[in-house]
């Protein structure tokens, strides 16, 4: 079982859809991260959570929604979507003050 | 003015050659520094990190760090195909936790 775990690996949903992605880590860090990764651009740091609290919401819009019920399980509820936000998903873990961050498989995104 | 800049490639070297990676940024106050390997279809492997001025070696790789230029590097000796693949540079910025990466340099080791 590796460390931060994403489910689903690979979505494909309608603008008019609501999904949600998964991530659980194993690592008893507490602090995670969602990213986005598009062709030809940097990870972008979407949302972070601190012991659940969530400390940094980089201009996300509304349609992307997280949840973070404890320090091991983070969500990323999804609502009319674009197609602009076909991209992968990752999930990221770290111990809040050491920085180096573990990421999961991620979630390859497609929306139609 | 990108946050954490990275030359996107490719880079080829040779089998055998030393690969060199270069990343540069923008925030003085970043703190610590990581370097990510990243295979095509797969998530970011943290492969090196990187916190005081100087060189950090592990293995064939070789962190260097030097915060009055505000550049970062890794050095891959030795190349093997194997280690063809995305390498990402990531800082830590802001008063949060905040890693910000750069666009990544795609390298190509060839036989």
Known sequence: ETGVTQTPRHLVMGMTNKKSLKCEQHLGHNAMYWYKQSAKKPLELMFVYNFKEQTENNSVPSRFSPECPNSSHLFLHLHTLQPEDSALYLCASSIQGQNEAFFGQGTRLTVV | ?111
């Open chain 2, 1 to 111: 003015q990108k946050e954490v800049e990275q030359n996107s490639g490719p880079l080829s070297v040779p089998e055998g050659a030393i690969a060199s990676l270069n990343c540069t940024y923008s925030d003085r106050g970043s703190q610590s520094f990581f370097w990510y390997r990243q295979y095509s279809g797969k998530s970011p492997e943290l492969i090196m990190s990187i916190y005081s001025n100087g060189d950090k070696e592990d293995g064939r790789f070789t962190a260097q760090l030097n915060k009055a230029s505000q550049y970062v590097s890794l050095l891959i000796r030795d190349s093997q195909p194997s280690d063809s693949a995305t390498y990402l540079c990531a800082a830590f910025t802001g008063g949060g936790n905040k890693l910000t990466f750069g666009t990544g340099t795609q390298l190509k080791v060839e036989l």
